[in-house]
């Protein structure tokens, strides 16, 4: 049994009886239930549940690892880093499901995903030109909209007032580019509602997929999180 938790966090009990690897491949990475994972380990299954949520807080205390020794924790730092040079980073959300909230908790609705139609919690992630994660933000209800969590992250106050550096985004950004001086991009607007010539249709898709194809590896970055 690994306890580096004790004594590198001060969290005593959290690995007195948990193996890292079963909290990694368990709930965290695989999706397991923690009633499932329970009766595993033999314990009560809000132990479980509460052992989880300070894993969670453990990980994102030690932030992400761009070179040997170096990590960045804050979203502050992770801008930062990405204004040296002007470099690219990506962002784009992902969800988790969750249980159903309880009948009668206030406001229960909140955790519907437009998206899915299932109850679910979305998190911001953040990566480099080449998929690394860089960030991954807190969770907010599923029925938060990409644009809405991103401001509320403050990443509009820091790429208006931080150094230059390019933010490729989906279509459900829009909108930040001319908040942010042009350095969150987002997919070319469709000039033409209806009737538009051959050429221009031919023109829009594809930068479309150019901008697609420079921004899948923030994809890469959300799998290698998942899986």
Not at 176 to 201: D, I, L, R, S
Not at 209 to 223: L, Q
Request: hydrophobic share 35%; net charge positive.
């Amino acid at each position: 049994m690994q306890r580096f938790a004790e004594f590198e966090f001060g969290v005593p009990w959290v690995m007195a009886f948990f193996h890292q690897d079963w909290i990694h491949d368990g709930p965290l990475h695989n999706g397991t239930t923690h009633g499932v994972l329970a009766c595993w380990v033999g314990v009560d299954r809000s132990t479980i549940t509460r052992a989880i949520g300070e894993v969670r807080l453990l990980l994102a205390q030690r932030g992400c690892t761009i070179a040997p020794d170096v990590r960045l924790r804050t979203l502050a730092e992770v801008t930062e880093y990405l204004g040296v040079g002007g470099r690219t980073g990506i962002i784009d959300g992902t969800e988790i499901r969750m249980r159903r909230p309880a009948a009668g908790r206030k406001d229960r609705d909140k955790f519907v995903s437009g998206k899915t139609k299932q109850n679910a919690v979305k998190s911001r992630v953040l990566t480099d030109a080449e998929g690394r994660m860089l960030f991954c933000s807190p969770v907010r209800p599923g029925s938060c909209a990409d644009i809405t969590q991103a401001r509320q992250l403050g990443m509009v106050q820091r790429l208006a007032g931080g150094p230059l550096m390019e933010i490729l985004a989906d279509a459900g950004y829009q909108g930040m580019g001319a908040q942010t001086g042009g350095q969150v991009v987002t997919p070319p607007h469709c000039k033409f509602k209806k009737n538009a010539p051959a050429w221009y249709e031919e023109r829009h898709e594809q930068q479309r997929k150019v901008h697609s194809s420079r921004r899948i590896r923030v994809e890469h970055g959300i799998a290698h999180l998942k899986n």
